[in-house]
Structure formats: structure tokens, C-alpha cells
């Protein structure tokens, strides 16, 4: 998608004004005070309305999610009303070919709420959205556990409260497509026991033809096409229900980009290797760094879906959580997302001892309606 003319430009809503984010160099630079602003509000945002610090990341970790990128256009602003910065809002327009559609997010302080800041965001995205010629935008939204009336996801799996943020986007034309879990797993010496058994267990089950390699980042050369190759089967692999999905496409240079968006913090690749043809076939990844305490997030895992059946998920994550108590014993706190309906990931993270908590929706509206 070329840039275009409001790239860089503060958008004012009544009230709101809606700061465009420079993005610095590094966090010590004279110019990035609004991105530690848009950090700061971030995190207060996610403390006040989940009650917990697990979505809580420092700047140097989304700094390096901001960095150039040739695979997506992305933009930041800084929510000031009043002259308080009290959220922030992104907009990511994927350069895939063909691609229909573009990811957003609105994130406000509760005491923002209410107040036509959200609605404002959403016209100013939904707008530079249709500049950018994408017809869908779509967002995920996170929602701890209430009492009350609840919204169930047209897949069957999953619901979500009928809360402020529900109501705020259905009202607006969006409409909720699945619905995420967020889990956890404390890896202590009854999980650690657990863990070991499935992995023997998922051994014998694969046989002679899998085996196991893992490495830290980076990638060794040898591995890289097939990583590659694993990653860009995660956006048509894995189930996505009404979610309009593109095809990613992944290559040295994009792995090359993923590495050095963590540079500083530690991620560890699990991967299942089909010996007769010498190929990786399934992976599974965990993340950490100085800054994230206790917690680990499981990032991607994924099987070849001709590689299904021999136990290939429970082998790389068990494989995974095992090498990664001894690696990082300081992170015991495990973190993995999945669709509620992916009951095949879910009944392993489900047997290796993750608690469900946290439900995420995603949603989507069409914009050329």
C-alpha cells in the first residue's frame, strides 16, 4: 500500500484529538516521548481493565514491533483529551496481494470511555482504511470473566459478556466472528511430571519417522526455508471462522525481520522434522525476556495438516515446556492463546495443564456495505 497524505497527521473530533506517533529510533531518542506515552497508556489500559499485569509489555519490546517493515503499513496515534493522553489506536494494512483487509485496535483507560473517543478512533480508521482500497477492517478485543448476559460466537464455541466494549462495537457494525482463550500453566514439579509423561508418551505415538530439533533465535541457515514455510501456513492452517484471511507470505528476509523484533529477549523453537524427507513439519515457540518477570508466551504452534495424527502437537510443546523449565526456571508462568473451537490444540494444552481465563473476540465489519 503506498503512504498516503494523512500518514503523519493529528486527526481532531470534537474533543479528541487523535496525535499521530512518530516513531523513534530508540526509546533514549529526543523525539520519542509520545511513544513512551502511547506505551504508558497501553499498559495502564490493559492494568485497569483486566485487573492484572500479563498483557504489560516495556517499550523496547513494542518499539521493535514498530521498526520498518515491509510486509505491513502501520501507524500509531496517541488518544489526548483535554490534554491527558488517556488510550492510543493503530491501524496495520498487510501488503499482501489481493489483500481485503485491514487490523485496528482502539485502546482507552476506562475513564475515556463514554465520552465519543471511541467512536471518533473508529471513524478515522474506518475512513483511512477505505483510502488504503481494504473493505474489512478487523479487531480483537479482550474480556475478563463477568456475571450476566453473554454473546455466544457464530462458530458454536465460546462466549463473550455482554460488556462495554461488546456492546460498544456491535452497535458500530461490527460483528464478533470467534472468540480466543487465553491460558495458562504454572510450570511447577506436578506440571513438569505431567509434561514428561505426555512427551514419552507423544514419542512412542510418532515413531521413527519424527524426531526433534529446537534452537533459539536465530534461526540456523539450514532451517530457515522450512521455518519460513511453517509460518506462513499459520494464516491458512489454523481455524479463523468469518475472519477474512491472508495467505502470509514468509521468506529469509521475513524471518530475518521477525528475529530482530526480539532482539533482547530469549525465543525458543520446538520443531518435529519428518525424517524421510528430511523436512520440519510441526513447531511450537516460547518467548520471554528481561522485562516480562515470570510469565512466558507460547507464540505460534502449528502442525502440517498432512502431518496430522501422530501426535505432533503434544510432542513439540511438551518437548518445548521441558527444555524451557531448564532454560528459564525464573519464567514458570506459561501464556498461549487459541480458538475455542480448535478442541485438537485445546485438548493438549488442556492435558498438559492449562487453565482457561481470559476470552478475546474478533471481529470484523464491512466496510463497503
Sequence with gaps: MGATNRDLRDVADGAVTLRAVRIPTSVESSDASD?????????RAYRETLGDDDEVLDAEALLSAYQPDAYVWRRLWLVVVGGEALGRVGLDVPNEEGSRSARAFVQLVPGAWSRGTGSAALRMLESLTRDAGRTLLQGWTEHPNAIGDRVRAPTGYGTLPDDHTTRFLRRRGYALQQIERRSQLVLGEDALARVTAFEAAARAHAGPDYDIVQWTLPTPPQLVDDYAWLKSRMATDVPSAGMDVDEDRWDTARVARME????????QVTAARHRPSGRLCAFNELLHGPADGDRTFQEDTLVLTEHRGHRLGMLVKAVGLRAWHERAPEAPRVITWNAEENRPMLDINEALGFVGGLAIGAWQKDLSR
Design 35 to 43: 511513544f513512551l506515552s502511547s506505551v504508558q497508556v497501553r499498559n
Design 260 to 267: 530482530a523484533a526480539v532482539v533482547g529477549r530469549t525465543q
